[in-house]
């Protein structure tokens, strides 16, 4: 079956641009997740939905940084005036239902690189 | 402070050898404990994961892991490593938000 789909792959943006990355999660899963994982370390966690809802920004690490999820199902993550330190690979990953014996599945990525 | 440190950011070993890779963690919730696995131009995938219970888990492709609640570690183990268990592992810690450690890229030569 279809797994978590991430758009663009890749993305090149000049310092001071908005960007907008895409994230299909699996169909019918509630919870819709949004990492950061800059080069050498692991993913670092943004945000994350429950349907429409976002139940959880503290990973945001700017107000230049928005997210959304209008209809239950794809995800946008928004930055704003992207700086060098943007860059890095965005994963989302989603998953069936909160609370244990979740698994989030995870999409490849969008590699963000700010000029 | 919540936090996963992996204690090798690089490991090589040669096929048949064991592996053991070291993770300690620090987390005030309910501890649910992860390991990830991202093979070379893959997405990261599931290993395996401890929830309660058992505290020796078996995952996938022959790898396991015990939880030692007294030492606060997820040591992840496999007997004989295999070339293609090449690829960067990931331990992590959550509940709703996942929190990872930076990760081990293990090499194996064949």
């Known amino acids: 079956g279809a797994g978590v789909s991430q758009s663009p792959r890749y993305k090149v943006a000049k310092r001071g641009q908005d960007v907008a990355l895409r994230c299909d999660p699996i169909s019918g899963h509630v919870s819709l997740f949004w990492y950061q994982q800059a080069l050498g370390q692991g993913p670092e966690f943004l945000t994350y939905?429950?349907?429409?809802?976002?139940?959880?920004k503290s990973g945001l690490p700017s107000d230049r940084f928005f997210a959304e999820r209008p209809e239950g199902s794809v995800s946008t993550l928004k930055i704003q005036r992207t700086q060098q330190e943007d860059s890095a690979v965005y994963l989302c990953?989603?998953?069936?239902?909160?609370?244990?014996?979740?698994?989030?599945?995870f999409g490849p990525g969008t590699r963000l690189t700010v000029t | 402070a919540q936090s996963v440190s992996q204690h090798n950011h690089h490991v090589i070993l040669s096929e048949a050898a064991s592996l053991e890779l070291g993770c300690n963690y620090s987390y005030g919730g309910t501890v649910n404990l992860f390991w990830y696995v991202q093979y070379p131009g893959q997405h990261l995938q599931l290993l395996l994961k401890y929830f309660s219970g058992d505290p020796l888990v078996k995952g996938i492709k022959g790898f396991e892991a015990e939880f030692i609640k007294s030492k606060f570690s997820f040591n992840l183990r496999k007997p004989s490593v295999q070339w293609s268990d090449t690829a960067e592992y990931f331990c992590?810690?959550?509940?709703?938000?996942?929190?990872f450690g930076k990760g081990t890229r293990l090499h194996i030569l064949p």
């Open positions: 939905f429950q349907n429409e809802a976002q139940l959880d």
């Open positions: 992590a810690v959550g509940d709703d938000k996942i929190i």
């Open positions: 990953a989603s998953s069936l239902i909160q609370g244990q014996g979740y698994e989030q599945y």
